[in-house]
């Protein structure tokens, strides 16, 4: 609903003259009209009411301008610049940040170049792999210090977008949605909320509702000084924006997933992991990304609705199609499954372990528990910091192995696949990761990977921004071990990574008919 009518406004900051360039930008959607001007961004609320946003008056878009401007800081420091008046002058012109009273407000921001947001570098296949890791831990990051809502979130926060849900796929998608498929759909969400009801309240209490962006996909970050960057996070409603930090994370590794990105999603997903130690929540992960996906198709067809272009609408009601599918689909993950991957150092244990990890289990892939990584963090160091022999001593590693061991049961006890990567040149080891799965009845696969020790230690030796310490004279004290009986599927690793990874993959298909590989 258009409440005030913006058009001389909007005709003010359309001009190159306002700000002394000589060209503008207009970027719209239904709740802004974004200027580009220069080096700076000027972004203008509609004056629009909707059931869950209201930019209805003049004082109410201020109100919000700022919010804008105080939360997004919280991530995009560099972007937001604050907050202007449009002014109207005593001659009836209109300035910006004039002597006259406010007619409207705008949030100042530095401009960036459109290529540098990360759905358009998706969409053009240039989103590198690398900046996932990295991504992760600023999200994580963000959620650690974000403000705790308590009186948000829970069973009833959830409750509410799946009757959201519900209730925008029925009004507008009967002319192109299945309405049996609609319905299955939500009677499933319902039933998974209730299983999930008291883990959701216990989250809830225990401080993981907070005011987070609300807004977390691709779309919505972009590179700055070469690093992700989250923006244009919610203000307008704390329904949406205060939430359970895995359902604010499940946008993103939902979009990535539908993107065809699995292991970019697994990359984000295991990082922020490894920050957080979050697996408390790991059950409700299909929940929280299937109302993700059905919150995507809720909008594409509200959107498509709205389209006087024939081709665009059918765009989006295809569209909405795929969110639909792909909404019903997370709610029936497949079985777990726990991996181990032992071999000496240099052999390519997680070079294995961080590709098959997105071709296993439910969405976003497999929980990778790497030996070197949970090392350095029960060692209160960096990951990329190099520790002393006496971090590397019996007592020590028996602890890295038992956290492992936690880390692998819970992961799986919640319904994800695992994947363990140690050395487990002890066959104590082994056979006691073994009994993990073995209690929890889920199947086990055991893989060992061989190579020369030239290979070995020429590996290592070309390690760059890793965490393992391992070099040559920690290969032959390895090698010197007497590792039993290895009964795990030996794989030649001194051949290309693809090729381990692809007799892995034919390996794990054969195991077990409950093991699903993608």
Known sequence: MITEDQAAVIGFLSRATTYGVERVER???HASAVFLAGDRAY????AVQFDYLDFSTSERRRVLCEAEVRLNRRTAPSLYRGVIAVTRESDGTYALGGDGPPADWVVEMNRFPQDALLDRLAAAGRLDRSLMSPLGAAIAAFHATAEVRGDHGGRTGMAWVIEGNADGLAAHGSTCLDPVVVRRLTAHARDALETRAALLEHRR??????QCHGDLHLRNMVLIDGQPTLFDGVEFNDEIACTDVLYDLAFLLMDLWRRRLPQHANAVWNRYLGETSDLDGLSALPLFLSCRAAVRAKTSVTAARMQEDAARRLALEASAGDYLQLAERLLAPPAPVLIAIGGLSGSGKSTL???LAPLVGAVPGAIVCRSDEMRKRMSGVPLLQRLGPEHYAAPMSARVYAALRQRARQAIEAGHSAIVDAVFVR???RRLIEDVAAAASVPFVGVWLDAPEPVLIERTERRREDASDADAAVIRRQR???PGAIRWHRIDAAVAPASVLDTARDHL????????VS
């Not at 298909?509 to 699903?516: G, I, K, L, N, Y």
Request: no cysteine; proline share 0%.
């Open 27 to 29: 970027i719209d959607t």
């Open 509 to 516: 298909r054969t195991h077990s008919a409950a093991v699903e």
């Open 205 to 210: 209490v225990s401080g993981y509702v907070r």
């Open 353 to 355: 372990a961080l590709t």
């Open 480 to 482: 010197a071990q007497d």
């Open 427 to 429: 066959e104590e080891d």
């Open 43 to 46: 972004k203008l609320k509609r």
